[in-house]
């Protein structure tokens, strides 16, 4: 439900995070996803992601300079170790089994021609 204020002609849209838009934008920043792909499921525009997202952080007590991307791409996250947990050791299987043991380097005579070039 959002909550409206007046403020001369226009509305002005509280964020309080019982709306599932908003909601769902700090959701999918803390899977790491960029403004694109939280457009296309929250409906809302680069500055309502933004601004939900600061006034997350902000609540959680973020430092300035950090949030729910940076500390998903440096795997700091609550949400980016879980998910490292349950999917590591399938991914280091899928890994040994699709990525050959030994990579051949080319043979000496030809590093050695490339060299003299």
Known sequence: MKIHKPTGNKTRHTV???DPADVEAVALAQLGFNNDAIRRHANLTDNQIQYRLTKAK???GYA??????????DGTSEVARSIAN???????KEVRRTL???FMHPP???SQQQNAA
Do not use: C, D, Q, V
């Open 100 to 102: 050959p043991t030994h």
């Open 58 to 60: 902000n609540a959680e």
């Open 108 to 110: 000496g005579e030809i």
């Open 64 to 73: 300035k300079g950090t949030g729910y991307r940076s500390t998903w791409r």
């Open 86 to 92: 349950h999917y590591i050791p399938g991914l280091r």
């Open 16 to 18: 309080n995070f019982l």
